[in-house]
Every structure is written in structure tokens, then in C-alpha cells.
């Protein structure tokens, strides 16, 4: 009897461990757990401790709220002028709504993923194959677009997708760089005769400032010249003003009008010394011999000055 007692008291405890393992959940921070009671959606449970009801509620799925990211399968998409293209990418969700994500498809991962290859070849398809290395962003949001409209009945939310590659075929790749490598030498040939011609720009430039200059010099060497004439002329009438200044205050003087007499008449026989000196032929005035007559004559007019 007492071994019989044991055995049920046992029984009671391992019943009362399973039935408290079973009634009590701890759901871990960022994370959702549906819970169904009789196979029907009764509840989500939030993180923390929670309580079930033992063979009644039973938790049917468990969703991680976090981001999550998703490979898209590469796959092989055709542009609009026709050339082949493998894209693969990366894409970012977050589940939003546990219930939907539970019962509004059976595997939403498939569902956003098989949605994510379509979306992205038809964006392609409207693209020719330029256009497709340069409007990544542009294919990225609509992407974005299609598939956060769709996955809401499922309860998850598309934050973003990025591509990770696109690769054209060979052929293509070889004519790409083939373009690339005329395009930097156009470059390079226009670089090459930008430069020449603003050298010869800057020669024509140098050129037309150093005649400038030039020109400037001379113009004022010319009027330096000038001036130094006209100075020099200046000076000149100012000394013979002065000279016939003397000379006439010193004819004022006694004994001035005599000496004007010696003067012209020294001059006179001088000049006419070296005329015979100089020429064989020589005309002379018919009063040659009167040199008094002819002193007389300078005196007077030297008197009319004076007057």
C-alpha cells in the first residue's frame, strides 16, 4: 500500500512538471509567437512570460521581428534592346503582422522572393542595357514598390533591396571597354589639343602686350626727346637773350659805340681774308678800301637799334 501511495504521488508530480512546462512560455525580446486553441488563431504572445492553457493552446508559429535579410537567386533578365543580363540581389524585410505572416501564405520568404525575380525582370525589360548600370536606384525602388505592396497581406514589411551584381555576357563586356577606351582617348585628344590651343592663345596674348609695350616705349622715348629738344632750344634763345642783353648794356657803357667799331671791322677784314684763302674766284664790293665807310654804316644801324 504505501509503495502504491508512492507511485501515484509520482505520477501527480511528473503531471504537474509537464503540465507547468506546457502551461508556461518565456518569448524571447524581439520575437512573436502565434498561439491556436483547438487549431484555431487565438492569441500572439508577447515577449516575456506567458501562460497556456495545457493541451488546449498550443503555440502553431514562431516569427523573428527582426530585419531580416533575404538572397535573391541570380537569374538571367533580358533589357529592352534585347541583351541578356544576370542580376542577383539582396533583399530586406521585417515581418510587421505575426497572424498575417502565419496564415496569409504558406512560406512567405518564397512568396517575396519569387515576387522579388519577377518585379526585377520586368523593371529590366523596360530598360535598355546602359540605362541599367545607371539607374540602379531607380530599379531598386520599384522593386521596393511592387513587393511592399503585395507582402502586407502577409504581414511583412519590404524595407529595401539592393543589387549585388550585373553581368552582361562576354561580348558585351568587351565592347564596353572597347567604348570605354575610345571615350579616354577622345578625351585625351581633345585634352591634348585644348592645351595646345590655349598655348597659343597665351603666345598671342604675350606677343600683343609685348608690342604694347613696345609701342609705349618708343612713344615716350619720342616725347622725352621732345622735350629734352625743347629744352634744349629754350635754353639756347635764353642764352642769346642774355648775350644781346650784354651786349647791348655794354654799348650803353662809354666807349661802347668804339668798341662795336674795332669789333666790325676785325670781322670784316677777317671774312674777307679767308674768302681769298678759300676761293680762286671772289667778288668784292666796289668801295672795298673804304672799311670806314662800311663801320659807319654797322654803327648807325647799331644806333637805330638802340633808339
Not at 153 to 166: P, S, T
Not at 203 to 208: C, D, K, L, N, P
Request: charged content about 20%; hydrophobic content about 45%.
Amino acid at each position: 500500500m504505501p509503495s502504491g501511495g508512492f507511485s501515484v504521488s509520482l505520477i501527480v508530480l511528473v503531471l504537474a512538471i509537464v503540465f507547468i512546462v506546457r502551461a508556461l512560455k518565456v518569448v524571447p525580446q524581439q520575437h512573436a509567437w502565434v498561439v491556436e486553441r483547438l487549431g484555431k488563431f487565438d492569441r500572439v504572445l508577447a515577449p516575456g512570460l506567458n501562460f497556456l492553457i495545457p493541451f488546449v493552446d498550443r503555440v502553431a508559429y514562431k516569427h523573428l521581428l527582426k530585419e531580416v535579410p533575404l538572397d535573391v537567386p541570380s537569374q538571367v533578365c533580358i533589357t529592352k534592346d534585347n541583351t541578356q543580363l544576370t542580376v542577383d540581389g539582396v533583399l530586406y524585410f521585417q515581418v510587421t503582422d505575426p497572424m498575417r505572416a502565419s496564415y496569409g501564405s504558406s512560406n512567405y520568404i518564397v512568396a517575396i522572393t519569387q515576387l522579388a525575380q519577377t518585379t526585377l525582370r520586368s523593371v529590366i525589360g523596360r530598360m535598355e542595357l546602359d540605362k541599367t548600370f545607371e539607374e540602379r536606384e531607380l530599379i531598386n525602388a520599384n522593386v521596393v514598390s511592387a513587393l511592399d505592396e503585395a507582402a502586407l497581406n502577409w504581414g511583412v514589411k519590404v524595407l529595401r533591396y539592393e543589387i549585388k551584381d550585373l553581368t552582361p555576357p562576354a561580348e558585351i563586356l568587351r565592347a564596353m571597354q572597347a567604348q570605354i577606351t575610345a571615350e579616354r582617348e577622345k578625351r585625351a585628344l581633345i585634352a591634348a589639343s585644348e592645351g595646345r590651343k590655349q598655348e597659343q592663345i597665351n603666345i598671342a596674348t604675350g606677343e600683343r602686350e609685348a608690342s604694347i609695350q613696345r609701342s609705349e616705349g618708343e612713344r615716350q622715348a619720342e616725347i622725352n626727346r621732345a622735350m629734352g629738344e625743347a629744352s634744349a632750344i629754350s635754353a639756347v634763345a635764353d642764352a642769346t637773350a642774355r648775350a644781346i642783353e650784354r651786349i647791348s648794356a655794354a654799348i650803353n657803357h662809354p666807349g661802347g659805340i668804339e668798341a662795336v667799331n674795332l669789333q666790325v671791322a676785325e670781322k670784316y677784314v677777317d671774312a674777307l681774308g679767308k674768302l681769298a684763302k678759300e676761293n680762286n674766284t671772289m667778288i668784292v664790293p666796289a668801295n672795298l678800301a673804304d672799311v670806314s665807310s662800311l663801320v659807319a654804316a654797322a654803327t648807325s644801324v647799331i644806333r637805330h637799334a638802340k633808339q
